[in-house]
């Protein structure tokens, strides 16, 4: 192909065409103008979509990537533009999301005499990134954007950043596209060890009582079926993880619920009981684990993980797999006896009665009194057929509409897991509903989280995103508040908090609200909600002092949640 | 669980931001480097990093491995000292009169084969290459013997047992003989 003398700038552009970008999300400043002037000349080849706040520009990328499958893209100036990406590119790293963020930088004449708008932004990112790169050269930039791409959407994906030298935004250049699909000290799709494969079924069939664990490997690597066709084979009860909910339907036979603090006591439980425990795309987080010391001592377990790095972090494993789940599970499933193991699956609904009776049937049907927030969640979602996306923002709304909500659809949950970021959820829901309009997008977030980008309402507005926001109004950080009452005797520092009215927010950004205070409101607010052709507030004042449970509490094993 | 001595090997792609990028686990870690030697490999535009330092052996390995999983890290792995043949040089700053006063100090440095690279009215340098403990030996005669003036320690530079080298797997893979890293400037 023919070299054509173009700007750096340009070249970028280019090069994010190159690889079917269409969306950015982005917010101009000084030391990114070029790329935003010629951004103006491509107006037709990308949707700009232009945040309040950086941070949002990054959750949105994430909610994009997530939702999608592809990799997100944030375009930034220098100094507070890319300091401001910082708790968004924590939170695409621990949660193992595709994101590109492009910063500005000084020109590298003044690199590291504290020029205006300078910080070492390679420096910074370095611990939170998978790659993070300064671009110097007008040459560089294609190799340098089809590397980034390489490597924030293969194998365990997670964000990259780089870091744009003026000078080399405004330098010309004879642009020739690149493409980089492989990097040699990178092994993004280790080759599974036949041998552990072999020894993994040897002990699947040898087990009376396994239990599979389902984290997002399973979504991020599409192994969807896999998984399904590997448990139905073995007849194997299958519990998911907060990330990854949506990698099984909820109604799935196999399925018996969530794992966790606040997941659900069958799973959590019979973890103690099983004698096979396999993990698939799942990290072993201390929020599943409980206490580590006694976590399935009892069992031998199979680790499938794409990431070598996770083998053994924290917890010790019999058969390690690392490898791609979409490659290994078909092989293990080949090795594998048909098998049955009624008794032992009907052990789970035993357990999941009892927390069904102590926990649910109040949560779902209380009868009297304020609104809670599951009734809510899951009169939602039996609203959308259960085929919504659900996005949570952090604290009590996210784990009670995570519980509540109903998973029919692959891709159906964006939550922020890892890092616990409070004001993920309003932005991370815009990138959602911008990359799968097709798709219902219902974000539940508390008063707390929504008041910490709450900013993002312009972008709402501007961009016409049908976003429906269920904003659960406690009144109270709620989710801090509980752990005051549980363990901190009820002292409840810090943690009530006056609201502002969120109605005339709304009519201040030109988005139709609607406030639910009583029961018999709620599915006739809902319907309204769902039956508006834009976005929505949906304000619901629920109960000021409800806690999540079950719950297992801090330091506790997974089979000693409590109830209330 | 017993700390340890380990030095663990690292090779990467030679390109800036590297060390950062293996320091700052460590870092994370609140782990102390006890002595790290940076520099080109046998491999050309591999860099070889050899980090020693006390630790416990279940977060040493868990530090090696999120030092490998890094995109542009080619290799790492940890050892113990009787897995590794392993050396460090010092020098030593003396002073000339002194060593004239007292020919014990001639004899110190005879004994423990210092080579001597400089002799001056003022001062003379000599150079020793040995383990960490006869280094510090060394160093302390000198001190006894009231003639040191200056004194630095490299870190140790180590090489494993095993006849393989270790980047063998990489050196004979498909993907390796691919282009290394761009040469940026
Ligand atoms: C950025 C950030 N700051 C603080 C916290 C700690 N935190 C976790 S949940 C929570 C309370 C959330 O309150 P709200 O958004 O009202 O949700 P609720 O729990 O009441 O549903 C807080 C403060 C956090 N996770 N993230
Ligand atoms: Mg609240």
Redesign the interface.
Known sequence: MGKERITGSEALLRSLINEGVDTIFGYPGGSIMPVFDALYDHRNDFRNVLVRHEQGAVHAAQGYARSSGKVGVSIVTSGPGATNTLTGISDAMLDSTPVVVIAGQVSTGVLGTDAFQEIDFVGITQPITKWSYQIRRPEDIAWAVARAFYIAGSGRPGPVVLDFNKDAQVAMLDYEPAKVDCVRSYIPYPTPSRNAIEEAARLVNESQRPLLLVGQGVELGEAHEELKAFIEKADIPAARTLMGLSALPTDHPLCVGMLGMHGNYGPNFNTNECDLLIAVGMRFSDRVTGKLSTYAKQAKIVHIDIDHAEINKNVTVDVPIVGDCKEVLPLLTALVNKAEHKEWIESFARYNAIEHEKVTVKALNPGSGPLLMGEVARKVSEATANSAILVTDVGQNQMMSARYFKYTKPHSILTSGGLGTMGYGLPAAIGAKIAMPERTVCLFTGDGGMQMNIQELGTIMEQGTAVKIILLNNNYLGNVRQWQELFFNHRYSWTPMLNPDYALIAQGYGIPSRLVVERDELDDAIAEMLAAPGPFLLHVAVMEEANVMPMTPPGASVNEMIFE | MDKKLFTIIIY??NIA?ML??VT?EFT?RMMNIDTITASSSSVEGVHRYTISLWGEEDSV??VT??I??K????KADYYTDNEIFFQEVALYKLSTPVMLENSEVSRTIRHNNARVMEVNPTYTVVEVTGSTDDILRLYDEFVAQNCMLQFVKSGRVAVPRSAQEVLGE?LF?E??K?????D??
Not at chain 2, 71 to 74: A, G, H, I, Q, T
Not at chain 2, 178 to 182: C, D, G, Q, S
Request: glycine residues 4%.
């Open positions: 990467t792609e931001g950062n990028q700052a994370r390995q868990k491995k999120r490998e999983k995109v542009d890290v080619l990489y893979n993907d390796y691919r282009k290394p890293v761009k940026v400037e």
